[in-house]
């Protein structure tokens, strides 16, 4: 079983719809959560973070965490052909010596 | 300020060549790190540097070393290239440890051949 796990799409959305991208985890341990965007041919950029349970919102972008489920999600609200991207869900793992664990990602695509 | 740099951006070597990748960074962060990243493997961390003077393994090292030559710097060398590495490499920083939002390079793709 991978540490990180993400469906690997493509997620397909209309413009203006909410997207929703979710990771699940197997470190009970993990503290830390983040999401990062990856653009075709560019690197990650960070979106998000979230350590505690519940939601965190900014902007048109939510993460949801739920440590007892082991699963942590990204919503996109009004979605772009902007924000057309690979999704990159990262936990810091105690397992991996406090290190980032990146999951595979998911590709979201916006049509307009 | 340019962030993160990486050089080079592209290359290709046959199996058995050697080569250093080259990262820097301007926002006197403390902790370096180098990933590669697979066709739907997400980013693997090879090597990572705490603070100057300190490297450890991460979760793929085998076939790689590195340096941390200052608080700028740090490589990454390929002794004998194997086709099994070919991948984009990622250099990254942060200001401490990985809680610390990472800020990325540009990438370098490399094909062995």
């Known amino acids: 079983q991978k540490e990180v796990e993400q469906n690997s799409g493509p997620l397909s959305v209309p413009e203006g719809a909410i997207a929703s991208l979710n990771c699940t985890y197997s470190?009970?341990?993990?503290?830390?959560f983040f999401w990062y965007r990856q653009y075709s041919g560019k690197s990650p950029e960070l979106i998000m973070f979230?350590?505690?349970?519940g939601d965190k919102e900014d902007g048109r972008f939510t993460a949801q965490l739920n440590k007892a489920s082991q699963y942590v999600s990204l919503l996109i609200r009004d979605s772009q052909p902007s924000d057309s991207a690979t999704y990159l869900c990262?936990?810091?793992?105690?397992?991996?010596?406090?290190?980032?664990?990146f999951g595979g990602g998911t590709r979201l695509m916006v049509k307009p | 300020n340019a962030g993160v740099t990486q050089t080079p951006k592209f290359q290709v070597l046959k199996t058995g060549q050697s080569m250093t990748l080259q990262c820097a960074q301007d926002m006197n962060h403390n902790s370096m790190y180098w990933y590669r990243q697979d066709p739907g493997m997400g980013l693997r961390l090879i090597y990572y540097s705490a603070s100057e003077g300190t490297t450890d393994k991460g979760e793929v090292p085998n076939g790689y070393n590195v340096s941390r030559l200052n608080k700028r710097e740090f490589s990454l060398r390929l002794e004998s290239a194997a086709p099994s590495q070919t991948s984009v490499y990622f250099c990254a920083s942060s200001e401490m440890d990985p809680s610390y939002e990472q800020y990325f390079g540009p990438g370098t793709r490399l094909t062995v051949t």
């Open positions: 979230i350590y505690s349970n």
């Open positions: 990262a936990v810091r793992t105690y397992n991996a010596g406090n290190m980032l664990t």
């Open positions: 470190d009970r341990g993990s503290q830390s």
